[in-house]
């Protein structure tokens, strides 16, 4: 978790074991395997309507 030690990690989050460590990282690996949303043509072409242009976007960055 990015401290010193393994030690304060434990001490202010606990310990997991390994059954649980395991279950977790597998259902990080399920969320990743799994299909993104089907979004229909009307939602794309909203979404990218939402982005601004690159024309803005250099605007923006002066």
């Known amino acids: ?3 010193d030690s393994e030690a304060t990690t434990q001490k202010y989050y ?4 390994d059954d649980e460590r395991r279950a977790v990282f597998q259902d990080i690996g399920d969320a990743k395997a799994a299909a993104p949303p089907a979004i229909s043509d ?7 309507d939402k982005c601004p242009s690159s024309d803005n976007l250099r605007q923006m960055a002066v």
């Open 1 to 3: 978790m990015g401290h």
């Open 14 to 17: 606990g310990v997991i074991g």
């Open 42 to 48: 009307e939602q794309k072409i909203t979404l990218v």
